[in-house]
């Protein structure tokens, strides 16, 4: 099967997913996150891309990103890739690659998945049991989100600036969506939708985004006679 088109909108965020080859650590030192999180912010920063959230494991890193520019995510992901592998290549005494292949991205539907997202990426440290709660993990983005902590690298997105007036409101409010729990439903879609390359939200959203790109969306439905009383139905209520 041939390989999608990158998304290429500027403007729309994507959760992005960056994977050490055969699953190996592409973290060992404090050090290595401190580069990485410094090149990330340079690459932003001259390829037009926003980061609102992110979490740096063992040997995977999730981001979520919106371009400025077309092929924004693209450029900067490749510059960041760049800079990090030579500097840990040189700093264990290795050669040859580092990732496993391309990035994965799904495009977010910003209204109904963008916060959920957040949600999930910077859970990842506390479902891999490597600490209880997620302000315990340095090497993410909930201390910013969640506790006003600095943190250079990020660009609120409007959907976290809509929790409220002040900064103070936005963290506690924040905070708040963490006693929900995320399905185990949700957690599928946006693992597959990242995995597979397709858009992340509504029907409704996913032909607005269909409309704008030469590429598919989301898997095609199977089966239905798309003329029958019931299949036109199903379309009304998902653009709910």
């Given at each position: 099967?041939?390989?999608?088109?990158?998304?290429?909108?500027p403007?729309?965020?994507?959760?992005?997913?960056?994977?050490?080859n055969?699953?190996?650590?592409?973290?060992?030192?404090?050090?290595?996150?401190?580069?990485?999180?410094s090149?990330?912010?340079?690459?932003?920063?001259?390829?037009?891309?926003?980061l609102?959230?992110?979490?740096?494991?063992?040997n995977?890193?999730?981001?979520?990103?919106t371009?400025?520019?077309?092929g924004?995510?693209?450029?900067?992901?490749?510059m960041?890739g760049r800079y990090y592998?030579?500097?840990?290549?040189?700093?264990y005494?290795r050669?040859?690659?580092?990732?496993?292949?391309?990035?994965k991205?799904?495009?977010?539907?910003?209204?109904?998945?963008?916060?959920?997202?957040?949600?999930?990426i910077?859970?990842?440290?506390?479902?891999?049991?490597?600490?209880?709660?997620?302000?315990?993990?340095?090497?993410?983005?909930?201390?910013?989100?969640?506790?006003g902590e600095?943190?250079?690298?990020?660009?609120?997105?409007?959907?976290?600036?809509s929790?409220?007036?002040?900064?103070?409101?936005?963290?506690t409010?924040?905070?708040?969506?963490?006693?929900?729990?995320?399905?185990?439903k949700?957690?599928?879609?946006?693992?597959?939708s990242t995995n597979?390359?397709?858009?992340?939200?509504?029907q409704?959203?996913?032909?607005?985004i269909?409309?704008?790109l030469?590429?598919?969306?989301s898997?095609?439905?199977?089966?239905?006679?798309?003329?029958?009383?019931?299949?036109?139905?199903?379309r009304?209520i998902?653009?709910?």
């Open positions: 099967m041939a390989r999608l088109p990158r998304f290429n909108l403007g729309y965020p994507q959760h992005v997913i960056i994977r050490g055969n699953r190996e650590p592409i973290f060992y030192a404090t050090e290595d996150y401190q580069y990485y999180l090149k990330l912010n340079d690459a932003c920063k001259k390829h037009g891309c926003e609102h959230a992110y979490v740096l494991m063992t995977h890193v999730h981001l979520i990103l371009p400025n520019t077309e924004g995510i693209s450029k900067a992901i490749q960041l592998v030579q500097y840990f290549n040189y700093s005494k050669t040859g690659t580092l990732w496993e292949g391309r990035y991205a799904s495009l977010i539907d910003s209204a109904q998945y963008l916060l959920t997202c957040y949600r999930y910077e859970l990842n440290p506390s479902r891999a049991c490597m600490v209880e709660h997620p302000s315990e993990y340095s090497w993410s983005s909930y201390r910013y989100n969640a506790l600095i943190d250079l690298n990020i660009t609120p997105h409007s959907e976290y600036l929790l409220g007036t002040f900064s103070i409101e936005r963290q409010a924040y905070r708040d969506l963490f006693n929900a729990h995320i399905t185990d949700t957690i599928d879609e946006i693992r597959s597979k390359a397709w858009v992340l939200g509504s409704y959203f996913k032909d607005q269909a409309e704008k030469t590429r598919e969306v898997p095609k439905r199977r089966g239905g006679d798309r003329r029958s009383k019931g299949y036109v139905e199903g009304i998902d653009r709910v």
